[in-house]
Protein backbone atom coordinates (compact mmCIF):
# COMPACT_ATOMS: atom_id res chain seq x y z
CA UNK A 1 0.00 0.00 0.00
CA UNK A 2 1.36 3.51 -0.40
CA UNK A 3 1.46 6.67 1.52
CA UNK A 4 0.16 9.70 1.24
CA UNK A 5 -0.58 12.83 2.94
CA UNK A 6 -4.37 14.05 3.69
CA UNK A 7 -3.20 16.56 0.78
CA UNK A 8 -1.94 14.15 -2.15
CA UNK A 9 -4.99 12.34 -1.15
CA UNK A 10 -7.56 15.53 -2.09
CA UNK A 11 -5.36 16.28 -5.31
CA UNK A 12 -5.72 12.86 -6.28
CA UNK A 13 -9.49 12.03 -5.76
CA UNK A 14 -10.35 15.22 -7.66
CA UNK A 15 -8.23 14.60 -10.53
CA UNK A 16 -10.06 10.90 -10.58
CA UNK A 17 -13.12 13.04 -10.80
CA UNK A 18 -11.84 15.22 -13.63
CA UNK A 19 -11.79 18.66 -11.90
CA UNK A 20 -9.10 20.58 -13.78
CA UNK A 21 -9.06 23.94 -12.26
CA UNK A 22 -10.14 25.20 -8.60
CA UNK A 23 -10.80 28.92 -7.54
CA UNK A 24 -9.72 30.02 -3.93
CA UNK A 25 -7.58 32.26 -1.67
CA UNK A 26 -4.72 30.56 0.58
CA UNK A 27 -4.03 31.05 4.04
CA UNK A 28 -1.73 29.76 7.37
CA UNK A 29 -4.16 27.06 7.84
CA UNK A 30 -4.55 25.40 4.10
CA UNK A 31 -0.72 25.86 3.15
CA UNK A 32 -0.21 22.24 3.28
CA UNK A 33 -2.90 21.63 0.71
CA UNK A 34 -1.65 24.94 -1.70
CA UNK A 35 1.54 23.50 -1.54
CA UNK A 36 0.43 19.91 -3.17
CA UNK A 37 -1.71 22.02 -6.11
CA UNK A 38 2.21 23.63 -6.89
CA UNK A 39 4.05 20.27 -6.63
CA UNK A 40 1.22 18.48 -8.72
CA UNK A 41 0.70 21.39 -11.57
CA UNK A 42 -3.00 21.78 -10.46
CA UNK A 43 -4.56 24.56 -12.28
CA UNK A 44 -5.86 27.10 -9.05
CA UNK A 45 -7.38 30.79 -10.05
CA UNK A 46 -6.82 32.99 -7.38
CA UNK A 47 -9.32 35.47 -6.61
CA UNK A 48 -8.93 38.42 -3.80
CA UNK A 49 -11.92 37.97 -1.72
CA UNK A 50 -13.38 34.37 -0.79
CA UNK A 51 -16.74 34.91 -1.63
CA UNK A 52 -15.37 35.25 -5.05
CA UNK A 53 -14.02 31.63 -5.50
CA UNK A 54 -17.53 30.25 -3.99
CA UNK A 55 -19.46 31.92 -6.90
CA UNK A 56 -17.02 31.86 -9.85
CA UNK A 57 -17.58 27.75 -8.78
CA UNK A 58 -21.05 28.24 -9.04
CA UNK A 59 -20.68 29.64 -12.35
CA UNK A 60 -18.69 26.58 -13.21
CA UNK A 61 -22.08 24.40 -11.97
CA UNK A 62 -24.33 26.44 -12.97
CA UNK A 63 -23.03 26.27 -16.59
CA UNK A 64 -21.96 22.77 -16.82
CA UNK A 65 -24.49 20.84 -14.00
CA UNK A 66 -21.55 19.61 -12.64
CA UNK A 67 -19.54 19.69 -9.35
CA UNK A 68 -16.62 23.05 -8.85
CA UNK A 69 -14.34 23.14 -6.30
CA UNK A 70 -13.87 26.47 -4.31
CA UNK A 71 -11.16 27.01 -1.35
CA UNK A 72 -10.60 28.97 1.55
CA UNK A 73 -8.22 28.99 4.75
CA UNK A 74 -10.08 29.01 8.45
CA UNK A 75 -11.75 32.02 10.19
CA UNK A 76 -11.98 35.00 8.25
CA UNK A 77 -11.71 32.77 5.19
CA UNK A 78 -14.06 30.42 5.47
CA UNK A 79 -16.50 33.24 6.63
CA UNK A 80 -16.24 35.02 3.51
CA UNK A 81 -16.91 31.85 1.46
CA UNK A 82 -20.03 30.71 3.32
CA UNK A 83 -21.88 33.56 1.67
CA UNK A 84 -21.67 31.96 -1.89
CA UNK A 85 -22.24 28.78 0.06
CA UNK A 86 -25.36 30.20 1.43
CA UNK A 87 -25.80 31.56 -2.18
CA UNK A 88 -25.88 27.67 -3.87
CA UNK A 89 -27.86 26.04 -1.30
CA UNK A 90 -30.54 28.25 -2.16
CA UNK A 91 -30.37 27.76 -5.92
CA UNK A 92 -29.59 24.06 -5.72
CA UNK A 93 -25.83 24.24 -7.16
CA UNK A 94 -23.49 21.93 -6.67
CA UNK A 95 -20.22 22.76 -5.41
CA UNK A 96 -17.66 21.64 -3.38
CA UNK A 97 -15.78 23.67 -1.01
CA UNK A 98 -12.70 22.94 1.41
CA UNK A 99 -11.80 25.06 4.13
CA UNK A 100 -8.31 24.79 6.00
CA UNK A 101 -9.17 24.00 9.82
CA UNK A 102 -6.43 25.06 12.62
CA UNK A 103 -5.02 21.74 13.85
CA UNK A 104 -7.48 19.22 15.94
CA UNK A 105 -5.00 19.71 19.21
CA UNK A 106 -6.37 23.42 18.74
CA UNK A 107 -10.09 23.11 18.30
CA UNK A 108 -11.89 24.59 20.78
CA UNK A 109 -9.13 27.14 22.20
CA UNK A 110 -9.84 30.06 20.48
CA UNK A 111 -6.99 29.82 18.49
CA UNK A 112 -5.78 31.80 15.72
CA UNK A 113 -8.21 32.24 13.07
CA UNK A 114 -10.14 29.96 14.75
CA UNK A 115 -13.85 29.65 13.85
CA UNK A 116 -16.50 26.78 13.70
CA UNK A 117 -17.16 26.80 10.11
CA UNK A 118 -18.66 23.41 10.53
CA UNK A 119 -21.42 24.44 13.03
CA UNK A 120 -21.60 28.21 10.58
CA UNK A 121 -22.11 25.77 7.25
CA UNK A 122 -24.54 23.18 9.08
CA UNK A 123 -27.45 24.73 8.12
CA UNK A 124 -26.47 26.61 4.91
CA UNK A 125 -25.14 23.02 3.31
CA UNK A 126 -26.18 19.99 2.10
CA UNK A 127 -24.03 18.04 4.07
CA UNK A 128 -20.45 19.33 6.27
CA UNK A 129 -18.11 17.63 7.56
CA UNK A 130 -15.02 18.27 9.52
CA UNK A 131 -12.42 15.52 8.76
CA UNK A 132 -10.48 14.45 11.92
CA UNK A 133 -7.91 11.78 10.19
CA UNK A 134 -6.39 11.49 6.54
CA UNK A 135 -8.14 8.23 6.35
CA UNK A 136 -11.46 9.84 6.26
CA UNK A 137 -10.64 11.76 3.04
CA UNK A 138 -10.84 9.01 1.20
CA UNK A 139 -14.65 8.07 1.45
CA UNK A 140 -15.38 12.30 2.29
CA UNK A 141 -13.81 13.42 -0.84
CA UNK A 142 -16.22 10.95 -3.34
CA UNK A 143 -19.03 11.45 -1.17
CA UNK A 144 -18.94 15.24 -1.38
CA UNK A 145 -19.28 14.95 -5.10
CA UNK A 146 -22.11 12.80 -4.79
CA UNK A 147 -23.72 14.21 -2.20
CA UNK A 148 -23.36 17.65 -4.26
CA UNK A 149 -24.71 16.18 -7.80
CA UNK A 150 -27.53 13.86 -7.23
CA UNK A 151 -31.22 14.50 -5.75
CA UNK A 152 -31.57 17.97 -5.69
CA UNK A 153 -28.44 19.13 -6.13
CA UNK A 154 -26.48 21.88 -3.37
CA UNK A 155 -23.41 22.59 -1.47
CA UNK A 156 -21.32 20.20 0.26
CA UNK A 157 -18.53 21.45 2.84
CA UNK A 158 -15.21 19.96 3.86
CA UNK A 159 -13.27 21.59 6.88
CA UNK A 160 -10.13 20.20 6.97
CA UNK A 161 -7.24 20.49 9.75
CA UNK A 162 -4.07 21.67 9.27
CA UNK A 163 -2.77 18.49 10.79
CA UNK A 164 -5.10 16.06 8.83
CA UNK A 165 -3.46 17.63 5.21
CA UNK A 166 -0.05 16.59 6.17
CA UNK A 167 -0.97 13.58 8.03
CA UNK A 168 0.22 10.30 6.17
CA UNK A 169 -2.36 7.60 5.23
CA UNK A 170 -1.54 3.85 3.74
CA UNK A 171 -4.06 4.10 0.85
CA UNK A 172 -5.85 0.75 -0.43
CA UNK A 173 -4.25 -0.75 -3.79
CA UNK A 174 -7.89 0.50 -5.62
CA UNK A 175 -7.30 3.80 -4.82
CA UNK A 176 -6.57 4.88 -8.14
CA UNK A 177 -10.26 4.59 -9.01
CA UNK A 178 -11.59 4.48 -6.55
CA UNK A 179 -13.68 7.26 -6.60
CA UNK A 180 -16.09 5.98 -9.09
CA UNK A 181 -16.40 3.23 -7.23
CA UNK A 182 -17.78 5.29 -3.71
CA UNK A 183 -19.26 8.14 -5.90
CA UNK A 184 -21.67 5.28 -7.63
CA UNK A 185 -22.28 3.17 -4.67
CA UNK A 186 -24.24 6.46 -3.38
CA UNK A 187 -25.91 7.60 -6.14
CA UNK A 188 -27.73 4.47 -6.44
CA UNK A 189 -29.91 5.12 -3.42
CA UNK A 190 -29.63 9.23 -3.25
CA UNK A 191 -33.05 10.08 -3.81
CA UNK A 192 -35.05 9.50 -0.91
CA UNK A 193 -38.86 9.00 -0.92
CA UNK A 194 -38.45 8.39 -4.60
CA UNK A 195 -41.94 7.71 -6.35
CA UNK A 196 -41.44 3.99 -6.36
CA UNK A 197 -40.96 2.04 -9.93
CA UNK A 198 -44.16 0.00 -8.85
CA UNK A 199 -46.45 3.14 -8.37
CA UNK A 200 -45.17 5.67 -11.38
CA UNK A 201 -47.76 3.35 -13.70
CA UNK A 202 -50.26 4.26 -11.63
CA UNK A 203 -49.24 7.78 -11.10
CA UNK A 204 -48.29 8.69 -14.91
CA UNK A 205 -51.51 7.24 -15.92
CA UNK A 206 -53.10 9.19 -13.25
CA UNK A 207 -51.15 12.64 -14.68
CA UNK A 208 -52.46 12.15 -18.26
CA UNK A 209 -55.86 11.46 -17.53
CA UNK A 210 -56.26 14.67 -15.61
CA UNK A 211 -54.43 16.40 -18.36
CA UNK A 212 -56.61 14.83 -21.26
CA UNK A 213 -59.90 16.76 -18.69
CA UNK A 214 -57.94 20.06 -18.46
CA UNK A 215 -59.30 22.66 -20.39
CA UNK A 216 -57.58 25.47 -18.93
CA UNK A 217 -54.11 23.88 -18.13
CA UNK A 218 -50.56 25.69 -18.26
CA UNK A 219 -47.20 24.58 -17.27
CA UNK A 220 -44.96 26.13 -14.74
CA UNK A 221 -41.39 25.46 -15.42
CA UNK A 222 -38.59 26.42 -12.47
CA UNK A 223 -34.95 25.68 -11.77
CA UNK A 224 -35.29 21.86 -11.26
CA UNK A 225 -35.58 21.05 -15.29
CA UNK A 226 -33.15 24.08 -15.99
CA UNK A 227 -30.62 21.48 -18.05
CA UNK A 228 -30.38 20.74 -21.99
CA UNK A 229 -31.95 16.87 -21.36
CA UNK A 230 -35.06 18.36 -19.12
CA UNK A 231 -35.67 21.16 -21.84
CA UNK A 232 -35.61 18.72 -24.94
CA UNK A 233 -38.01 16.29 -22.83
CA UNK A 234 -40.39 19.41 -22.09
CA UNK A 235 -40.39 20.64 -25.84
CA UNK A 236 -41.08 17.04 -26.88
CA UNK A 237 -44.09 17.15 -24.39
CA UNK A 238 -45.17 20.47 -25.70
CA UNK A 239 -45.10 19.47 -29.37
CA UNK A 240 -47.72 16.38 -28.08
CA UNK A 241 -49.92 18.45 -25.54
CA UNK A 242 -49.71 22.16 -26.92
CA UNK A 243 -50.41 24.91 -23.53
CA UNK A 244 -49.52 27.86 -21.90
CA UNK A 245 -45.80 27.76 -20.61
CA UNK A 246 -45.01 30.06 -17.38
CA UNK A 247 -41.44 30.17 -15.64
CA UNK A 248 -39.70 31.02 -12.40
CA UNK A 249 -36.66 33.28 -12.84
CA UNK A 250 -34.65 30.18 -12.52
CA UNK A 251 -36.63 27.95 -14.85
CA UNK A 252 -35.54 30.63 -17.80
CA UNK A 253 -34.22 29.40 -20.30
CA UNK A 254 -36.03 26.14 -20.22
CA UNK A 255 -38.56 26.95 -22.47
CA UNK A 256 -37.06 29.41 -25.51
CA UNK A 257 -38.21 33.19 -24.63
CA UNK A 258 -39.56 33.17 -29.14
CA UNK A 259 -41.30 30.05 -28.21
CA UNK A 260 -45.33 30.99 -28.96
CA UNK A 261 -47.08 29.49 -25.99
CA UNK A 262 -44.08 31.12 -23.74
CA UNK A 263 -46.11 33.87 -21.62
CA UNK A 264 -42.94 34.43 -19.85
CA UNK A 265 -41.77 34.84 -16.03
CA UNK A 266 -44.19 34.65 -13.31
CA UNK A 267 -44.03 36.89 -9.77
CA UNK A 268 -43.25 40.25 -8.38
CA UNK A 269 -41.97 41.57 -11.59
CA UNK A 270 -43.11 38.96 -13.89
CA UNK A 271 -45.73 39.38 -16.72
CA UNK A 272 -49.34 40.49 -15.82
CA UNK A 273 -50.27 37.51 -18.83
CA UNK A 274 -48.26 34.99 -16.49
CA UNK A 275 -49.83 35.68 -13.28
CA UNK A 276 -53.66 35.65 -15.29
CA UNK A 277 -52.68 32.42 -17.03
CA UNK A 278 -51.54 31.00 -13.48
CA UNK A 279 -55.06 32.67 -11.85
CA UNK A 280 -57.57 31.48 -14.43
CA UNK A 281 -56.24 27.26 -14.97
CA UNK A 282 -57.87 24.65 -14.21
CA UNK A 283 -54.76 22.34 -13.99
CA UNK A 284 -51.06 23.40 -13.27
CA UNK A 285 -48.23 21.35 -14.12
CA UNK A 286 -45.57 22.75 -11.63
CA UNK A 287 -41.82 20.86 -12.95
CA UNK A 288 -38.69 21.86 -10.87
CA UNK A 289 -40.64 24.75 -9.61
CA UNK A 290 -41.31 25.46 -6.12
CA UNK A 291 -44.11 28.42 -5.70
CA UNK A 292 -41.55 30.34 -3.35
CA UNK A 293 -42.89 33.69 -2.43
CA UNK A 294 -41.35 35.93 -5.19
CA UNK A 295 -42.92 33.94 -7.24
CA UNK A 296 -46.06 32.82 -6.06
CA UNK A 297 -47.05 35.38 -3.90
CA UNK A 298 -49.69 34.65 -1.92
CA UNK A 299 -50.07 31.17 -2.33
CA UNK A 300 -53.86 31.16 -1.86
CA UNK A 301 -54.25 33.68 -4.82
CA UNK A 302 -51.77 31.48 -7.25
CA UNK A 303 -53.55 29.09 -8.95
CA UNK A 304 -56.96 29.58 -6.69
CA UNK A 305 -59.36 27.44 -9.73
CA UNK A 306 -56.70 24.66 -10.53
CA UNK A 307 -55.43 20.81 -9.49
CA UNK A 308 -51.64 20.89 -8.91
CA UNK A 309 -49.48 18.06 -10.88
CA UNK A 310 -46.32 18.46 -8.60
CA UNK A 311 -43.25 17.10 -10.15
CA UNK A 312 -40.43 17.91 -8.26
CA UNK A 313 -36.78 15.66 -6.99
CA UNK A 314 -37.11 16.54 -3.58
CA UNK A 315 -40.19 15.42 -1.23
CA UNK A 316 -39.63 18.40 0.80
CA UNK A 317 -40.77 20.42 -1.30
CA UNK A 318 -44.34 18.46 -2.16
CA UNK A 319 -47.16 19.86 -0.45
CA UNK A 320 -44.96 22.40 1.42
CA UNK A 321 -46.47 25.90 0.12
CA UNK A 322 -49.87 24.77 -2.08
CA UNK A 323 -51.46 20.93 -1.82
CA UNK A 324 -50.91 18.83 -4.88
CA UNK A 325 -53.12 16.45 -6.40
CA UNK A 326 -50.90 14.02 -7.95
CA UNK A 327 -46.70 14.30 -7.05
CA UNK A 328 -44.08 12.48 -8.92
CA UNK A 329 -40.63 12.67 -7.25
CA UNK A 330 -38.22 11.95 -9.14
CA UNK A 331 -36.14 14.20 -11.87
CA UNK A 332 -38.31 15.93 -14.47
CA UNK A 333 -36.09 13.75 -17.48
CA UNK A 334 -37.62 10.52 -16.19
CA UNK A 335 -40.97 12.40 -15.35
CA UNK A 336 -41.89 13.85 -18.77
CA UNK A 337 -39.99 10.81 -20.22
CA UNK A 338 -42.36 8.69 -18.69
CA UNK A 339 -45.34 10.96 -19.39
CA UNK A 340 -44.83 11.69 -22.98
CA UNK A 341 -44.47 8.02 -23.55
CA UNK A 342 -47.97 7.49 -22.41
CA UNK A 343 -49.40 10.86 -23.75
CA UNK A 344 -48.83 9.82 -27.29
CA UNK A 345 -50.81 6.99 -26.68
CA UNK A 346 -53.70 8.89 -25.06
CA UNK A 347 -56.86 10.16 -26.39
CA UNK A 348 -56.90 14.03 -25.85
CA UNK A 349 -59.53 14.81 -28.20
CA UNK A 350 -62.67 15.38 -25.39
CA UNK A 351 -61.31 18.93 -24.61
CA UNK A 352 -58.85 19.53 -27.55
CA UNK A 353 -60.92 22.48 -28.72
CA UNK A 354 -61.02 23.78 -25.41
CA UNK A 355 -57.51 23.80 -24.86
CA UNK A 356 -56.64 25.40 -28.25
CA UNK A 357 -59.05 28.50 -27.01
CA UNK A 358 -57.37 29.07 -24.08
CA UNK A 359 -54.39 29.08 -25.44
CA UNK A 360 -55.35 31.37 -28.15
CA UNK A 361 -56.30 33.74 -25.75
CA UNK A 362 -53.20 33.57 -23.47
CA UNK A 363 -51.61 34.08 -26.62
CA UNK A 364 -53.82 37.07 -27.19
CA UNK A 365 -53.45 38.81 -23.74
CA UNK A 366 -50.14 38.05 -24.14
CA UNK A 367 -49.68 40.13 -27.65
CA UNK A 368 -51.93 42.55 -26.01
CA UNK A 369 -49.82 43.15 -22.76
CA UNK A 370 -47.94 46.24 -23.89
CA UNK A 371 -44.26 45.34 -23.26
CA UNK A 372 -43.09 48.44 -21.57
CA UNK A 373 -40.26 50.02 -23.43
CA UNK A 374 -40.44 53.81 -22.78
CA UNK A 375 -38.81 55.44 -19.98
CA UNK A 376 -41.34 55.30 -16.61
CA UNK A 377 -39.90 58.23 -15.35
CA UNK A 378 -42.76 60.22 -13.64
CA UNK A 379 -43.14 64.30 -14.73
CA UNK A 380 -41.85 65.14 -10.97
CA UNK A 381 -38.66 63.50 -12.01
CA UNK A 382 -37.85 64.47 -15.28
CA UNK A 383 -38.91 66.85 -18.51
CA UNK A 384 -42.64 65.22 -18.62
CA UNK A 385 -41.73 63.46 -21.46
CA UNK A 386 -41.18 60.42 -21.33
CA UNK A 387 -40.00 59.41 -24.29
CA UNK A 388 -37.38 62.03 -24.44
CA UNK A 389 -34.83 59.92 -22.19
CA UNK A 390 -33.01 62.92 -21.00
CA UNK A 391 -33.36 64.33 -17.35
CA UNK A 392 -31.99 67.74 -16.55
CA UNK A 393 -30.09 67.90 -19.96
CA UNK A 394 -28.01 64.97 -19.60
CA UNK A 395 -29.00 61.55 -21.96
CA UNK A 396 -30.32 58.63 -20.35
CA UNK A 397 -30.41 55.43 -21.66
CA UNK A 398 -33.74 53.09 -21.11
CA UNK A 399 -32.62 50.30 -19.81
CA UNK A 400 -35.43 48.02 -21.75
CA UNK A 401 -34.50 48.56 -24.94
CA UNK A 402 -30.99 48.77 -24.37
CA UNK A 403 -31.04 44.85 -22.61
CA UNK A 404 -33.33 43.79 -25.35
CA UNK A 405 -31.12 45.01 -27.63
CA UNK A 406 -28.15 42.84 -26.38
CA UNK A 407 -26.92 40.10 -28.22
CA UNK A 408 -27.77 36.35 -27.35
CA UNK A 409 -26.92 33.86 -29.91
CA UNK A 410 -25.54 30.40 -28.92
CA UNK A 411 -22.50 31.81 -28.26
CA UNK A 412 -23.55 34.13 -25.16
CA UNK A 413 -23.73 33.61 -21.55
CA UNK A 414 -25.27 36.42 -19.36
CA UNK A 415 -25.22 36.70 -16.27
CA UNK A 416 -26.74 39.09 -13.37
CA UNK A 417 -25.81 40.68 -10.25
CA UNK A 418 -29.14 41.56 -8.02
CA UNK A 419 -31.35 44.49 -8.34
CA UNK A 420 -33.37 46.55 -10.91
CA UNK A 421 -31.24 45.26 -13.70
CA UNK A 422 -31.35 41.62 -12.97
CA UNK A 423 -35.15 42.00 -13.12
CA UNK A 424 -34.43 43.70 -16.30
CA UNK A 425 -32.19 41.31 -17.98
CA UNK A 426 -34.98 38.92 -16.32
CA UNK A 427 -37.74 40.42 -18.70
CA UNK A 428 -36.25 41.70 -21.59
CA UNK A 429 -32.73 39.69 -22.22
CA UNK A 430 -33.68 36.91 -25.41
CA UNK A 431 -33.10 33.82 -23.39
CA UNK A 432 -33.25 30.83 -26.21
CA UNK A 433 -32.20 27.62 -23.76
CA UNK A 434 -31.27 26.39 -20.58
CA UNK A 435 -28.27 27.39 -18.60
CA UNK A 436 -27.95 30.44 -20.89
CA UNK A 437 -29.57 33.02 -17.76
CA UNK A 438 -27.25 32.47 -14.53
CA UNK A 439 -28.57 34.52 -11.59
CA UNK A 440 -28.61 34.74 -7.82
CA UNK A 441 -32.27 33.90 -7.71
CA UNK A 442 -33.49 33.08 -4.05
CA UNK A 443 -30.85 34.03 -1.82
CA UNK A 444 -30.44 37.32 -3.86
CA UNK A 445 -26.82 38.15 -3.76
CA UNK A 446 -25.52 41.27 -4.73
CA UNK A 447 -21.81 40.88 -5.64
CA UNK A 448 -22.75 37.67 -7.41
CA UNK A 449 -22.52 38.42 -11.20
CA UNK A 450 -18.90 39.65 -11.79
CA UNK A 451 -16.89 36.04 -9.98
CA UNK A 452 -19.97 33.78 -11.51
CA UNK A 453 -19.14 35.23 -15.07
CA UNK A 454 -15.49 34.45 -14.55
CA UNK A 455 -16.31 30.84 -13.59
CA UNK A 456 -18.79 30.49 -16.52
CA UNK A 457 -15.75 32.01 -18.66
CA UNK A 458 -13.32 29.23 -17.30
CA UNK A 459 -16.08 26.60 -18.10
CA UNK A 460 -17.17 28.02 -21.56
CA UNK A 461 -13.63 29.76 -22.86
CA UNK A 462 -14.99 30.68 -26.20
CA UNK A 463 -17.99 32.34 -25.46
CA UNK A 464 -18.74 35.45 -24.31
CA UNK A 465 -19.93 36.24 -21.26
CA UNK A 466 -22.02 38.78 -20.18
CA UNK A 467 -22.29 40.42 -17.06
CA UNK A 468 -25.36 42.75 -16.11
CA UNK A 469 -24.69 44.64 -13.49
CA UNK A 470 -25.37 47.86 -11.34
CA UNK A 471 -23.57 50.41 -9.61
CA UNK A 472 -24.18 48.78 -6.47
CA UNK A 473 -23.73 45.02 -7.03
CA UNK A 474 -20.68 45.94 -8.93
CA UNK A 475 -18.76 47.54 -6.11
CA UNK A 476 -19.62 44.27 -3.95
CA UNK A 477 -17.13 42.33 -6.32
CA UNK A 478 -15.07 44.89 -7.98
CA UNK A 479 -12.01 43.61 -7.12
CA UNK A 480 -12.78 40.55 -9.22
CA UNK A 481 -11.68 42.86 -12.08
CA UNK A 482 -7.96 41.96 -11.54
CA UNK A 483 -8.62 37.94 -11.70
CA UNK A 484 -10.78 39.02 -15.47
CA UNK A 485 -7.81 40.57 -16.31
CA UNK A 486 -4.76 38.45 -15.16
CA UNK A 487 -6.89 35.68 -16.76
CA UNK A 488 -7.92 37.36 -20.21
CA UNK A 489 -11.17 35.98 -19.78
CA UNK A 490 -13.92 36.77 -22.70
CA UNK A 491 -16.10 38.51 -20.37
CA UNK A 492 -17.71 41.74 -20.94
CA UNK A 493 -19.16 43.55 -17.60
CA UNK A 494 -21.89 46.18 -18.56
CA UNK A 495 -22.87 48.41 -15.63
CA UNK A 496 -26.68 50.31 -15.51
CA UNK A 497 -25.33 53.45 -13.32
CA UNK A 498 -28.11 55.38 -11.71
CA UNK A 499 -26.27 56.75 -8.65
CA UNK A 500 -28.86 54.44 -6.38
CA UNK A 501 -29.62 50.91 -4.80
CA UNK A 502 -32.16 50.65 -7.50
CA UNK A 503 -34.60 47.96 -6.06
CA UNK A 504 -34.52 49.47 -2.66
CA UNK A 505 -35.06 52.83 -3.85
CA UNK A 506 -38.22 51.74 -5.82
CA UNK A 507 -39.85 49.85 -2.97
CA UNK A 508 -39.28 52.67 -0.95
CA UNK A 509 -41.39 54.73 -3.57
CA UNK A 510 -43.82 52.52 -3.53
CA UNK A 511 -44.43 51.12 -0.25
CA UNK A 512 -42.59 53.78 1.84
CA UNK A 513 -43.60 57.50 0.97
CA UNK A 514 -40.62 58.00 -1.05
CA UNK A 515 -38.57 57.74 2.23
CA UNK A 516 -35.29 56.94 0.76
CA UNK A 517 -32.84 56.18 3.70
CA UNK A 518 -29.39 54.92 2.52
CA UNK A 519 -30.77 54.04 -0.81
CA UNK A 520 -29.12 56.79 -3.11
CA UNK A 521 -25.51 57.68 -3.46
CA UNK A 522 -23.99 61.14 -2.71
CA UNK A 523 -21.00 60.41 -4.98
CA UNK A 524 -19.74 57.63 -7.56
CA UNK A 525 -16.18 56.43 -8.73
CA UNK A 526 -15.49 57.14 -12.46
CA UNK A 527 -15.92 53.17 -12.81
CA UNK A 528 -14.81 53.27 -16.47
CA UNK A 529 -11.59 54.86 -15.16
CA UNK A 530 -11.54 51.61 -12.34
CA UNK A 531 -11.93 49.37 -14.90
CA UNK A 532 -8.99 51.05 -17.30
CA UNK A 533 -7.00 50.89 -13.78
CA UNK A 534 -6.97 47.32 -13.85
CA UNK A 535 -5.60 47.37 -17.28
CA UNK A 536 -9.50 46.17 -18.93
CA UNK A 537 -10.70 48.01 -21.74
CA UNK A 538 -13.14 50.68 -21.32
CA UNK A 539 -16.28 51.49 -23.34
CA UNK A 540 -18.62 54.20 -22.62
CA UNK A 541 -21.71 52.99 -24.28
CA UNK A 542 -23.70 57.11 -23.84
CA UNK A 543 -20.72 58.34 -25.74
CA UNK A 544 -19.81 55.60 -28.70
CA UNK A 545 -22.24 54.85 -31.30
CA UNK A 546 -20.68 51.30 -32.05
CA UNK A 547 -20.08 50.80 -28.37
CA UNK A 548 -21.18 47.17 -29.11
CA UNK A 549 -18.98 46.41 -31.22
CA UNK A 550 -16.39 47.58 -29.28
CA UNK A 551 -18.04 45.20 -26.46
CA UNK A 552 -18.91 41.93 -28.23
CA UNK A 553 -16.78 41.92 -31.79
CA UNK A 554 -13.24 41.26 -29.48
CA UNK A 555 -11.24 38.91 -27.60
CA UNK A 556 -10.46 39.52 -23.42
CA UNK A 557 -12.24 40.95 -20.66
CA UNK A 558 -14.43 44.47 -22.03
CA UNK A 559 -16.33 47.09 -18.98
CA UNK A 560 -18.98 48.98 -20.34
CA UNK A 561 -21.27 51.71 -18.63
CA UNK A 562 -24.53 53.08 -19.28
CA UNK A 563 -26.25 55.80 -17.06
CA UNK A 564 -29.93 55.38 -16.42
CA UNK A 565 -31.93 57.94 -14.70
CA UNK A 566 -32.52 57.33 -11.19
CA UNK A 567 -36.45 57.14 -11.32
CA UNK A 568 -36.43 54.27 -13.63
CA UNK A 569 -38.70 51.51 -12.14
CA UNK A 570 -39.26 47.54 -12.75
CA UNK A 571 -42.75 47.24 -14.11
CA UNK A 572 -44.83 44.78 -13.47
CA UNK A 573 -44.62 45.39 -9.56
CA UNK A 574 -46.89 43.28 -7.13
CA UNK A 575 -46.99 44.79 -3.52
CA UNK A 576 -46.50 42.04 -0.61
CA UNK A 577 -49.86 40.72 0.29
CA UNK A 578 -51.29 41.76 -3.29
CA UNK A 579 -52.22 38.49 -5.71
CA UNK A 580 -50.02 38.65 -9.44
CA UNK A 581 -53.24 39.76 -10.85
CA UNK A 582 -52.98 42.91 -9.24
CA UNK A 583 -49.53 44.47 -10.26
CA UNK A 584 -48.80 47.64 -10.89
CA UNK A 585 -48.26 48.25 -14.32
Request: hydrophobic fraction near 40%.
Amino acid sequence: MALLTGSQIIINLLRQNGIDVVFGLPGGMILPLYNELFVSNFKHVLVRQEQAAGFMAQGVARVTGKAAVCMATSGPGAMNLLTAVADARSDSIPLVAFTGQVNTNLIGTDAFQEADTFGLSFPITKHSVMVKSAKELLTAVPLAFAIAESGRPGPVLIDVPRNVQTELCEVPSDFDTSFKRIYNEYVSHAVRNKTKDSEMPSVVDNIVASLAKAKNPILYVGGGCNSPEAGEKIAEFLKIYDIPVISSLMGLGVVPRSCPSFLGMVGMHGTFTAGKAAYDSDLVIAAGSRFDDRAAGVPDGFCPKAKIIHIDIDAAEINKILPSYINFVGSTIDAFSQINSSLKKADLSEFKNERAKWLSSCIELKNQEKIQLEMSCAAADCCGAKTCGKKGGANYRNPREFIASLPSGNDIIVTTDVGQHQMWAAQYFDVQRPRQFLTSGSLGTMGFGLPAALGAAFAEPDKRIVCISGDGSILMNIQELATMAENNLNVTVIVLENGALGMVRQQQEYLFDKHYSASTFASNPDLLKIAEGFGIRSVDADAEPDWQKKAFDVKGPVFVRTKIARCENVLPFVKGGSLNIDSLR
